[in-house]
């Protein structure tokens, strides 16, 4: 599985911003897709997961409110809408994938299997 992120950029405070990421490959092995984000000096930390067959979502405590995870099977694609951004939502932020299912497991404590490269968003003041 080939995971590809884009659509990272500079926003100015408040704004909103989607970032997209296509899986290719052995996609049917996919249960779960989920976004991650490492800003500098930082550890990497989840953000968002879904399911890739029902849509079940999962949500980091304190990005929930602004954040809504998608996916469009038909394009083998995950999205993220990020709303309300602020100065701290500044990272790279990478998708994930992997067999495990989120129904039963937690998101958050999978070892993803496959690694997209990583968008930039920057967060203006």
């Known amino acids: 599985v080939q995971l590809q992120a884009s659509g990272g950029g500079l926003v100015q405070a408040g704004g909103s911003l989607r970032l997209s990421c296509a899986a290719s490959?052995?996609?049917?092995?996919?249960?779960?897709m989920a976004w991650f984000r490492q800003a500098p000096g930082k550890e990497r930390e989840f953000v968002a997961a879904?399911?890739?067959?029902?849509?079940?979502?999962y949500y980091a405590d304190s990005m929930k409110g602004r954040l809504t995870i998608s996916r469009d099977n038909a394009k083998n694609t995950v999205y993220l809408q990020m709303n309300s951004l602020i100065p701290d939502d500044t990272a790279v932020y990478y998708c994930?994938?992997?067999?495990?299912?989120?129904?039963?497991?937690?998101?958050?404590?999978?070892?993803?299997?496959?690694w997209g490269q990583g968008t930039q968003l920057t967060v203006s003041s």
């Open positions: 994930a994938a992997d067999p495990s299912s989120i129904r039963l497991r937690d998101p958050r404590r999978i070892r993803y299997d496959y």
């Open positions: 879904i399911a890739w067959s029902g849509g079940t979502t």
């Open positions: 490959g052995r996609t049917f092995s996919i249960s779960t």
